[in-house]
């Protein structure tokens, strides 16, 4: 299955220059909320355009500073304190006829069965521990237990074998010795400890991108901005009075923009220190823990980050001076100098207005409409990657739909959509989702086909999260071997502050892989038979049911 959207291939060298262009004036435009707050009266066609662009990036950080500080705020109890959570999943159904009576009566087994799940996690200790119960007919069958911390990972089977199995990467080259393969590392990274390693503020990303807006709101003439008023906007239904700014740059102006950009990047140290820092806090880390990655010194780093932009630069000097192509952002304004739409527009000599970037951004009253595409010079009627949103805001309820959608052809490689209700009443939140996805088969020219739908229930206690709901899947058109769909329920209770212990390891309670011997290993053989024995003997009625034809 192919699954890399070629979404701009360069056909020649001075469409690579104008792709560039215009993906960086796209990126630099972050900082004009900053560089174009001193403009106080807007009349020309470009100062008209700057004025949009700011406010619509100060309105476009503004909302992603309030979405980042709620998901900081969903997060900020399961990073800082310990987290019992117990999972629940049961009433299995699998809709589905099997000719083999055998496996159909482990079809009407599930139907009876539960999986229980507890699990405790510590992310500041970066501990963990938990077990896995497996339920029939109200029974507990089996159980799984396990437990981690940054150095040591064992697990138990109580009914099998009473003690627990456990690897120290303290002991990894002994390890490696006994049980072959690659070699390990010397502890377990973790998520706290990438987060950690690659974050960064707001304001320093800030303080890097606003020289950028004002090079490129320097750098336009008057005589590349033109402003068509009285235009109406119109998507899905969504409608406002618009005014239409056009800003063209033709193969010159792109170029030499493109290599003002390069060339101040190349000499930027903050630009260089922001990316280097994460970089060298990511490797410093791998290494440290013992992963096997490969460091490139700060000096090479440097000087494959100025190649970078030395490539581009030639790429711009590579530009016929006597080219007619150019590249077209048209965007709609609206009178609140918000950005409605926004389009990239390739025109070359034999092939005009070829769409590069769409994108909608529509937040009025109740309604909020979000659309980014990229889109395939190669086939522009077929080739696009999009991201669409639209929610309507009733009070406590919001209805909306998303979708996901990667294709080159007719057929997609990926095509997810979603509609949604979710309502808000004080602690509790209700959400109700179906969706549908149709997935590119690598082994089929018919691709995966699968509807479905979810309910949630949650509820927030004074200290967790307890949960509930359900999950429907149907496949649209399944083979005879295939179910036709499955659903099952979950519910899940998390509390937050409660103490995690991970058990001591002893030669009474456990045996480490790296040290155990074969006298230990016969041991452990002899107790796993007796004990399985005596789980067939437990479950006679049950393992009988399935010996009978």
């Known amino acids: 299955m192919e699954t890399a959207t070629n979404v701009n291939p360069p056909r020649k060298s001075k469409k690579k220059a104008w792709l560039i262009a215009g993906a960086a004036a796209v990126v630099v435009l972050g900082g004009l909320g900053t560089a174009y707050a001193k403009y106080d009266l807007f009349k020309s066609a470009k100062t008209i355009y700057l004025q949009a662009e700011a406010e619509s990036m100060m309105k476009f950080s503004s909302d992603a500073s309030k979405a980042y500080g709620e998901y900081q705020d969903y997060m900020k109890p399961y990073l800082e304190k310990p ?20 496996a159909q009566k482990i079809l009407d087994m599930l139907g009876k069965a539960k999986l229980v799940m507890q699990s405790n996690i510590d992310e500041q200790k970066n501990q963990q521990s938990g077990n896995l119960e497996v339920h029939l007919q109200d029974k507990k069958l089996a159980t799984l237990e396990y437990f981690m911390n940054d150095t040591v990972m064992g697990f138990k089977l109580p009914e099998f074998y009473s003690k627990y199995a456990y690897m120290d990467l303290k002991d990894r080259d002994a390890l490696k010795e006994k049980l072959g393969g690659e070699e390990l590392p010397k502890r377990f990274v973790s998520y706290s400890d990438l987060n950690e390693a690659i974050n960064f503020n707001q304001d320093e ?169 990229l889109h395939n010079l190669s086939d522009q009627q077929n080739g696009e990657m999009s991201f669409t949103y639209r929610a309507t805001e009733e009070k406590d309820k919001t209805k909306g739909k998303f979708s996901i959608l990667m294709k080159e052809t007719d057929q997609p490689i990926l095509d997810l959509s979603t509609t949604f209700e979710t309502t808000k009443q004080d602690k509790k939140t209700t959400g109700n989702y179906d969706f549908a996805l149709v997935v590119a088969d690598e082994y089929s020219s018919d691709p995966v086909a699968l509807t479905g739908n979810v309910t949630v229930n949650e509820t927030k206690t004074d200290n967790g999260v307890d949960s509930d709901g359900t999950v429907k899947v149907n496949f649209s058109n399944p083979t005879p071997d295939m179910p036709k769909g499955f659903s099952f329920k979950l ?31 016969m041991e452990a053989q002899q107790e796993v038979m007796q004990n399985a024995d005596k789980f067939m003997n437990e479950n006679a009625e049950l393992v009988q049911q399935f010996m009978t034809p």
């Open 83 to 102: 987290v019992h959570s117990t999972t629940e999943l049961s009433d299995i159904a699998l809709d589905a006829t099997i000719p083999d009576p055998q």
């Open 205 to 373: 990303l800030k303080t890097v991108m606003t020289p950028y807006a004002l090079l490129y709101a320097d750098s336009i003439k008057d005589s590349q901005v033109s402003i068509k008023k009285d235009v109406s906007f119109s998507e899905e239904g969504l409608k406002a009075d618009a005014r239409e700014i056009t800003v063209t740059f033709n193969a010159q102006e792109g170029a030499a923009l493109t290599k003002q950009i390069a060339e101040k990047a190349k000499a930027d140290q903050k630009l260089f220190d922001l990316i280097y820092s994460r970089y060298h806090n990511v490797a410093t880390l791998m290494l440290d823990s013992g992963y096997k990655v490969e460091e490139i010194s700060k000096e090479e780093f440097k000087k494959n980050y100025e190649q970078a932009f030395d490539d581009i630069i030639k790429d711009t000097e590579d530009t016929d001076a006597k080219s007619t192509d150019q590249l077209r952002m048209v965007v709609l304004v609206d009178s609140d100098h918000q950005i409605l739409s926004r389009k990239l527009l390739l025109d070359e000599k034999e092939k005009k207005d070829q769409l590069v970037y769409s994108s909608v951004s529509y937040d009025k009253g109740a309604e909020t409409f979000y659309r980014y595409a």
């Open 491 to 521: 519910k899940s209770k998390a509390e937050f502050g409660k103490a995690l212990e991970i058990p001591a390891m002893t030669a009474d309670n456990s045996i480490n892989f790296a040290k155990v011997t074969d006298q230990q290993m």
